[in-house]
């Protein structure tokens, strides 16, 4: 079939390319978009005055506190009940800080005040009933945090002194409480600039290179606004970059409540056409998978030598390079399973769209055009509208022997390939 190429604005201009070349070039070499994870909250110390010792202990350890305490001789206070904290309640501070309990004790006789006490063995008990254990042998503690996947949190892992060692009243215990070990980090390998020939304008690059800059606001503000570039998009691939916007901002700009607008969209698509949207999607599918294995996990990049390139195909080469009408032409080259079309651009001006198939890695189509039309170039397109850079192949009159079979085509036919719009 012959058909005259429509001119498209969206394809490359000689001033777009250099601009295009500038910038994506520059992206080509930063390879990847670096995310910071936020920083962990603050911890709120809760008001634990007036509670038992071991209740208040429980709690603080809960949060992922450690605790330091002194006895302090009173007989208007039951015994092991929390006098007073430092720091106070209220205060914010960070995972793992001490907070010191001053805790109440019976008034001892001065004969029973050098009385030697034996440390019980509290390894096992939940931390409350250790320290309701020591405390009730007038016996201070200080708790340090051990992570553990082994047993309970707020379990006794360790204590020193031993258990049966003798010591001196109000002589302090180390309890190692078992906490939960930390989440493994949820590393995300991100996704690599689009190469030079990457066409300008059209709304899939727009989202694409927004996704590159870590903008991912600026993206999901263009999805949902009206008369913005992004709303070219059609309703799946808005969609896309819609989830893709949301789960951004879940993994790496604090707002995690995005989470659930990711897992709608990810579980309403299927793999889309299209080099750069089947990079974005993948991505969005990385995303949304790690969350689900590991929503506590924090997000990080990858190393950026494991950056993902979209699969956009390129043409290497042509089997053969010249021939009659009729030819089996050979396309070698990569991601040749995204490409969608196969043009074929004729000197005068029309443009062929023969049927490709695929064999191996390769492409095989039927070259169309009459004996003697020379030079022709033959493109692939992908989705999105991409269309990489052809080759050249010469149709010689099959009545008029070719001077070298198989070697490039003939220099001075047709000149920009894909011609310029």
């Given at each position: 079939m012959m058909?005259?190429?429509?001119?498209?604005?969206?394809?490359?201009?000689?001033?777009n390319l250099?601009?295009?070349?500038?910038?994506?070039a520059l992206l080509f070499i930063a390879g990847f978009v670096v995310f910071r994870p936020t920083p962990a909250e603050e911890i709120e110390v809760p008001n634990v005055v007036g509670l038992g010792a071991g209740e208040a202990t429980a709690q603080l350890v809960d949060l992922g506190l450690q605790v330091d305490t002194e006895h302090v001789e009173r007989a208007d206070?039951?015994?092991?009940?929390?006098?007073?904290?430092?720091?106070?309640?209220?205060?914010?501070?960070?995972?793992a800080s001490r907070v010191l309990l001053q805790i109440a004790r019976e008034a001892t006789a001065?004969?029973?005040?050098?009385?030697?006490?034996?440390?019980?063995?509290?390894?096992?008990?939940?931390?409350?009933?250790?320290?309701?254990?020591?405390?009730?042998?007038?016996?201070?503690?200080?708790?340090?945090?051990?992570?553990?996947?082994d047993v309970a949190p707020g379990t006794v892992v360790g204590q020193d002194p031993e258990a049966?060692?003798?010591v001196g009243p109000g002589s302090s215990v180390r309890l190692e409480v078992a906490d939960e070990p930390a989440p493994a980090a949820n590393v995300i390998a991100w996704i690599l600039a689009l190469p030079p020939d990457a066409p300008p304008g059209p709304p899939e690059f727009q989202g694409y290179q927004h996704l590159l800059d870590g903008t991912c606001q600026l993206l999901a503000d263009g999805v949902a606004t009206e008369d913005h570039d992004l709303q070219g998009l059609d309703e799946e691939t808005g969609g896309l970059y819609g989830g893709l916007a949301a789960a951004c901002l879940a993994a790496f700009h604090g707002q995690p409540d995005r989470w659930?607008?990711?897992?709608?969209?990810?579980?309403?698509?299927?793999?889309?056409?299209?080099?750069?949207?089947?990079?974005?999607?993948?991505?969005?599918?990385?995303?949304?998978?790690?969350?689900?294995?590991?929503?506590a996990g924090e997000f990080s990049e990858a190393d950026p030598s494991v950056a993902h390139a979209p699969p956009c195909p390129t043409i290497s080469a042509l089997e053969p390079t010249q021939g009659p009408p009729g030819t089996q032409v050979r396309i070698l080259g990569t991601n040749l399973d995204q490409v969608l079309k196969i043009f074929v651009y004729f000197e005068n001006g029309g443009v062929d769209d023969p049927t490709a198939q695929p064999d191996g890695d390769s492409l095989i189509f039927t070259m169309?055009?009459?004996?003697?039309?020379?030079?022709?170039?033959?493109?692939?397109?992908?989705?999105?509208?991409?269309?990489?850079?052809?080759?050249?192949?010469?149709?010689?009159?099959?009545l008029i022997p070719a001077s070298q079979p198989g070697t490039s085509a003939l220099p001075g036919g047709i000149g920009e390939c894909p011609p310029e719009s």
């Amino acid at each position: 079939m012959m058909r005259r190429r429509q001119s498209s604005p969206d394809l490359l201009t000689p001033r777009n390319l250099v601009a295009a070349v500038a910038i994506l070039a520059l992206l080509f070499i930063a390879g990847f978009v670096v995310f910071r994870p936020t920083p962990a909250e603050e911890i709120e110390v809760p008001n634990v005055v007036g509670l038992g010792a071991g209740e208040a202990t429980a709690q603080l350890v809960d949060l992922g506190l450690q605790v330091d305490t002194e006895h302090v001789e009173r007989a208007d206070q039951a015994p092991g009940t929390v006098l007073g904290q430092e720091p106070p309640a209220g205060t914010a501070v960070d995972v793992a800080s001490r907070v010191l309990l001053q805790i109440a004790r019976e008034a001892t006789a001065s004969a029973s005040d050098s009385a030697e006490v034996m440390v019980p063995d509290v390894v096992g008990m939940q931390v409350e009933a250790a320290v309701e254990a020591l405390d009730g042998l007038g016996l201070a503690y200080v708790t340090e945090r051990i992570a553990r996947d082994d047993v309970a949190p707020g379990t006794v892992v360790g204590q020193d002194p031993e258990a049966d060692t003798t010591v001196g009243p109000g002589s302090s215990v180390r309890l190692e409480v078992a906490d939960e070990p930390a989440p493994a980090a949820n590393v995300i390998a991100w996704i690599l600039a689009l190469p030079p020939d990457a066409p300008p304008g059209p709304p899939e690059f727009q989202g694409y290179q927004h996704l590159l800059d870590g903008t991912c606001q600026l993206l999901a503000d263009g999805v949902a606004t009206e008369d913005h570039d992004l709303q070219g998009l059609d309703e799946e691939t808005g969609g896309l970059y819609g989830g893709l916007a949301a789960a951004c901002l879940a993994a790496f700009h604090g707002q995690p409540d995005r989470w659930a607008d990711a897992d709608a969209v990810f579980d309403g698509l299927g793999p889309p056409d299209g080099c750069v949207n089947v990079a974005a999607y993948d991505l969005l599918r990385r995303l949304v998978e790690a969350h689900r294995s590991n929503p506590a996990g924090e997000f990080s990049e990858a190393d950026p030598s494991v950056a993902h390139a979209p699969p956009c195909p390129t043409i290497s080469a042509l089997e053969p390079t010249q021939g009659p009408p009729g030819t089996q032409v050979r396309i070698l080259g990569t991601n040749l399973d995204q490409v969608l079309k196969i043009f074929v651009y004729f000197e005068n001006g029309g443009v062929d769209d023969p049927t490709a198939q695929p064999d191996g890695d390769s492409l095989i189509f039927t070259m169309g055009g009459s004996p003697g039309d020379g030079q022709v170039c033959v493109a692939i397109v992908a989705g999105d509208q991409w269309e990489a850079a052809g080759h050249l192949f010469d149709i010689v009159d099959p009545l008029i022997p070719a001077s070298q079979p198989g070697t490039s085509a003939l220099p001075g036919g047709i000149g920009e390939c894909p011609p310029e719009s």
